[in-house]
């Protein structure tokens, strides 16, 4: 079992930016890889980023050179710091956990409650 708890959503004008906090209750070594998605209204929810317990990382490549994950093993967190936001990053944003691959796909075991980030024109 697996609890993420995100922080640090908010409002900002485009161009701005913000950093997002995914606080994980085991070590994220541990954890096979962790993800950022979200999910605009009307939308479906969209794998934004990813880092693997090696340290591959992926980006959605809207984000791509705006968007950079990271982590912290010491507090088993991870962070998506944003930058240069535009009012499309607009949504929930979502940490998950433990990625596993079934039926021709992935899928991820735990997943945080979501915070908001607004951006405005």
């Known amino acids: 079992q697996i609890q993420l708890v995100e922080s640090g959503g908010g409002s900002v004008q485009a161009g701005g930016s913000l950093t997002l906090s995914c606080a994980a209750s085991?070590?994220?070594?541990?954890?096979?890889?962790m993800g950022w998605y979200r999910q605009a209204p009307g939308k479906e929810r969209e794998l934004v980023s990813t880092?693997?317990?090696?340290?591959?990382?992926t980006y959605v490549d809207s984000v791509r050179g705006r968007f950079t994950i990271s982590r912290d093993s010491d507090k088993n967190t991870i962070y998506l710091q944003m930058s240069d936001l535009e009012p499309d990053d607009t949504g929930v944003y979502y940490c998950a956990a433990e990625r596993q691959y079934n039926g021709g796909s992935y899928h991820w075991g735990y997943w945080g409650q979501g915070t908001q980030v607004t951006v405005s024109s």
């Open positions: 085991r070590s994220v070594l541990s954890i096979n890889a």
């Open positions: 880092i693997s317990a090696g340290g591959g990382i």
